[in-house]
C-alpha cells in the first residue's frame, strides 16, 4: 500500500434498518445444506467433537458458494480482530438474541467452514453473528456481504508474526473497500484496525456506509510501535486523553486516532448525543468491557436499541467455557484463555489479587504454534511473591521463564495435581483457583478438570 | 558504588520477533543473581547506538525491519566501536545477517551488513527452516549440546576466517552445506538458534558474560536442567513428542 492516509470517514450514526427478504435457496445449496448437517450430527453422535468444521466442509464441497447463498438475505454481522472475538460475538449474539432468533458460531469455529454450519440451522429472518478467523475477514465479508463488521484489534499471534499482521490489516482494507454498503465499527484505540477500517468509503448506494469508531481505551501498544500506513513510528500522548483514550498519531503522516462517535468512561458507554449506559458484565475485566463496548456499537448498526443491547449482555456468564468455574476437589476453579502477549497482558489483569493462587498452562500444539518463545513478551514479573503451578506440555519452558522473572514457582505436568498444589500452596479451606491457559491447553485443561477421578 | 553491567537490547520493535529480548533478561539476570549489579537498555530505531556497554543482544525480524535495523547500524560506527573496546554481541537470526559481510533482503538485492562477521547470507527456494534444533558447539569453546529453536529462510555460507559455534546434530542451522551453525568471532557470536537461546542454553550466556567481565561462579539451574533434558530429547526423538493421535483427530475434527 502507497497511497497515503485517507481522512477517516465521517461517522453516520443513522442506521436505516431494511427488513431482509427471505431468499428461496437454490436446490444444489439445499442438498449440500443438508448433507453438511448431517454429517455434523452423525460426527457429534460418535463423539468426536462439535462436528461443525466437518460439517461444513462438506457443505462446501457440494456447493462452493453456500456461505454467500445462505447468508443472503439474513441481517448479520461479522466480528474479527486477534483477541476477544469470541466473548464480542457472544455478547453480541446476545444483543440481537433480544429482538429475535439468532444464527451464531458460539463455540468459536471461526473458518469458513464453521460459518457455513453455523447457518444450517438458520430461521428466516433469523440475524447472523459470527465471529471470523482475522486471517480469514476479507474472504468472509466477501461472501456474507455483511450488514456490519466489528473490528476489535490486530495484533501478533503465535502463529502470524508482525509481517502477518500487516498483512492482515492490509487485506481488510481491500475487502472493506470492495463492500461500500457495509457499516464498519471499528476500534479507534489501535492503529492498525484504524488504518484498515479507514478503507470504507462513503457509500453510493443509499446512506449506510460509515465508520463508527468506538474508544475502548486499549492499553496494548507493543505491537503498533510502527505506523502500518508509512512504517514511521507512532507517538502516544500522555497527557491529552480525549473521548476515552490516550490520544495516539503518526509522527509522519496523517495516520492518528480518529474522534470516537462512542466511548468508554469507566464502566460508562457514552454516546456522542449524550446518552450514556452502564455496562454490567458478569464476565470479569476491563477488556470485557471494551469488549462490551464494541458488541453495542456492533448492535446498534444492527437496529438494535444500546439499552436493551446492554442488559441482555449483562446476562451473559461464560464464554465457551472462560470464565467457567469448576468445582475441583473442592477448590473453585476459574478458567482464563489467553493466546498471545497481547492477550497475556490482559489475562494477568483479570486474574485475582493475591492470595488467590495462579495455574498457568502452556502448550505448543499446531494451533498454540510450536514455538513459545513469545513467552519471553509476556510480563510475569507481575506474578511475584504469589503461589503460582506451571503445568501443560510445555510447562518447563514457563518454569524457566518464571524463574527468571524471579517468580517462585511449582511445576506439575498434571492438570489436576497442579491445581491441588496451588490449592495447598494457598493454605486456604476452600481455595479459589486462578488458571490461566493458552489455547490447547485450555481445552486440555478444561476436559481434564470436568472429568470426574 | 560499583557501576552496574549495561546490556544494550537493540532496536528491539524491529529485532525482536521471536521473545529475543528475553535474551538481555537473562544475562542480566545471572549477573544480579551473582550480587553483581546489571541494567538492560533498549536501544529504539532513531536512537544512537550508546558506547559503553559491556554487551550488545540482537534479535530475529522480518525482512523490512531488517534492512531498517542494517540501515541504521551502518549510519554510525558505535557498534564497531565498542566490538573493537571489548564489548561482546549476541546476535540472533536476521541479527547474524545483518553482522555478516552482506545479507539478501525480501526483493533478492543484497544489502551490506556491518562486516563484523565473516559470512554471506542468501536465500534459496527451499521452504523456511523450522524447528528444534540440537548443536555440538566448536570444542574450544568448551560448552555443553545448544539446544534452541530455528525458523529462518536464508542460508548462510562462512568465509576462510569464520569459525562456526558449532556443528548441527539436529536441524539446519547454517544451512550453507557445511553442517556448520552460527558463527563466532573473538567475543561476537551470531546463532541461528532462538527459544530464546540464552535461555536454554545458561552457559552460553556465562561464556558471553566471562568473556567481558572474566570468570564467574557457578549458578544452579534446575529449571533450566529440566528444560533442557526434555528439549534434547524432543529433538532427539520428535515423534515421541507429538500430540497423541487421539486427540489429534479429536482437535482436527473440532477445527482447533
Ligand atoms: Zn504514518
Redesign the pocket.
Known amino acids: 500500500m502507497s497511497d497515503d492516509?485517507p481522512a477517516p470517514p465521517r461517522a453516520r450514526r443513522t442506521v436505516c434498518w431494511v427488513k431482509m427478504q427471505p431468499v428461496e435457496l437454490p436446490l444444489r445449496t439445499r442438498v449440500a445444506a443438508m448433507a453438511g448437517r448431517a454429517i455434523a450430527d452423525a460426527s457429534r453422535w460418535v463423539g468426536a467433537g462439535e462436528g461443525s468444521v466437518i460439517g461444513g466442509r462438506v457443505t462446501l464441497a457440494i456447493d462452493q458458494r453456500a456461505l454467500e447463498l445462505m447468508a443472503a438475505g439474513h441481517q448479520s454481522v461479522v466480528v474479527s480482530g486477534t483477541n476477544g472475538k469470541t466473548t464480542t460475538n457472544r455478547l453480541l449474539a446476545a444483543a440481537l438474541a433480544s429482538r429475535g432468533p439468532v444464527s451464531t458460531n458460539s463455540a468459536g469455529a471461526n473458518l469458513i467452514p464453521g460459518l457455513v454450519s453455523s447457518l444450517f440451522r438458520g430461521r428466516a429472518g433469523a440475524a447472523v453473528s459470527l465471529e471470523v478467523d482475522e486471517g480469514h475477514l476479507a474472504e468472509a465479508v466477501a461472501a456474507v456481504h455483511p450488514t456490519a463488521v466489528v473490528l476489535l484489534n490486530l495484533s501478533r499471534d503465535q502463529l502470524d508474526r508482525f509481517g502477518e499482521v500487516r498483512r492482515h490489516a492490509a487485506d481488510w482494507r481491500l475487502a472493506l473497500a470492495a463492500s461500500p454498503a457495509t457499516v464498519v465499527v471499528a476500534n479507534a484505540d489501535d492503529p492498525l484496525v484504524t488504518w484498515a477500517a479507514g478503507a470504507c468509503q462513503p457509500a453510493t448506494n443509499g446512506d449506510r456506509c460509515g465508520v463508527t469508531w468506538v474508544g475502548t481505551g486499549q492499553r496494548w501498544r507493543a505491537d503498533a510501535s510502527a505506523?502500518?500506513?508509512?512504517?514511521?513510528r507512532?507517538r502516544w500522548s500522555d497527557d491529552r486523553s480525549e473521548r476515552g483514550g490516550v490520544h495516539w498519531a503518526?509522527?509522519?503522516?496523517?495516520?492518528a486516532r480518529p474522534r470516537p462517535d462512542a466511548w468508554l468512561e469507566g464502566s460508562d458507554l457514552v454516546l456522542a448525543d449524550g446518552r450514556r449506559f452502564d455496562i454490567r458484565l458478569q464476565l470479569p475485566g476491563r477488556v470485557n468491557v471494551s469488549n462490551a463496548a464494541m458488541a453495542v456499537a456492533g448492535a446498534m448498526a444492527l437496529g438494535v436499541d444500546p439499552a436493551r443491547a446492554v442488559r441482555a449482555m449483562s446476562r451473559v456468564r461464560a464464554v465457551a467455557g472462560r470464565y467457567q468455574v469448576l468445582n475441583v476437589s473442592g477448590s473453585r476453579v476459574r478458567l482464563l484463555l489467553a493466546k498471545n502477549p497481547a492477550g497475556w497482558a490482559e489475562a494477568l489483569d483479570l486474574i485475582r489479587p493475591p492470595p488467590t493462587p495462579v495455574v498457568i498452562g502452556i502448550n505448543a500444539g499446531v494451533a498454540d504454534g510450536r514455538d513459545p518463545s513469545w513467552l519471553w513478551d509476556v510480563p510475569f514479573e507481575r506474578l511475584r511473591g504469589r503461589v503460582v503451578v506451571a503445568t501443560g506440555d510445555r510447562g518447563r519452558d514457563l518454569s524457566v521463564r518464571l524463574r527468571y522473572a524471579d517468580v517462585v514457582h511449582s511445576y506439575e505436568h498434571d492438570y489436576r495435581k497442579a491445581v491441588a498444589l496451588a490449592a495447598t500452596g494457598s493454605g486456604a479451606k476452600q481455595p479459589e483457583i486462578d488458571f490461566v491457559a493458552n489455547y490447547t491447553s485450555f481445552q486440555d485443561a478444561r476436559r481434564a478438570l470436568t472429568s470426574s477421578g | 558504588m560499583t557501576e552496574p553491567v549495561s546490556i544494550a537490547l537493540l532496536y528491539p520493535e524491529l529485532l525482536g520477533t521471536y521473545g529475543d529480548g528475553g535474551n538481555a533478561t537473562v544475562l542480566a539476570q545471572r549477573l544480579r543473581w551473582r550480587n553483581i549489579p546489571a541494567k538492560v537498555i533498549d536501544v529504539h530505531a532513531g536512537e544512537p547506538i550508546p558506547g559503553g556497554c559491556q554487551i550488545y543482544v540482537m534479535g530475529g525480524g522480518e525482512d523490512a525491519p531488517q534492512a531498517l535495523a542494517a540501515q541504521e547500524l551502518r549510519a554510525g560506527s558505535a557498534l564497531v566501536d565498542a566490538v573493537e573496546g571489548g564489548a561482546a554481541v549476541l546476535a540472533v537470526c536476521a541479527g547474524l545477517q545483518v553482522l555478516g559481510q552482506r545479507f539478501a533482503g525480501q526483493d533478492g538485492k543484497s544489502h551490506l551488513g556491518l562486516g563484523l562477521l565473516d559470512c554471506e547470507t542468501h536465500r534459496d527456494d527451499g521452504p523456511r527452516r523450522i524447528g528444534e534444533v540440537v548443536v555440538a558447539p566448536d570444542a574450544e569453546l568448551g560448552l555443553p549440546d545448544l539446544t534452541g529453536y530455528e525458523n529462518h529462510g536464508g542460508v548462510t555460507t562462512l568465509g576462510p576466517t569464520a569459525r562456526p559455534l558449532g556443528q548441527v546434530v539436529v536441524g539446519h542451522g547454517n544451512a550453507g552445506g557445511d553442517g556448520s551453525e552460527g558463527i563466532v568471532n573473538g567475543r561476537v557470536v551470531g546463532t541461528y538458534l532462538h527459544g530464546p537461546v540464552l535461555a536454554r542454553n545458561p552457559a552460553l550466556a556465562d561464556h558471553l558474560l566471562s568473556s567481558v567481565l572474566g570468570p564467574l561462579d557457578p549458578i544452579d539451574d534446575p529449571e533450566v536442567d529440566a528444560l533442557r533434558k526434555e528439549r534434547l530429547h524432543a529433538a532427539r526423538h520428535p515423534h515421541m513428542h507429538m500430540p497423541q493421535l487421539s486427540s489429534g483427530w479429536r482437535r482436527l475434527l473440532r477445527g482447533n
Open positions: 492516509c505506523c502500518p500506513n508509512c512504517g514511521s507512532i503518526c509522527s509522519s503522516c496523517p495516520l
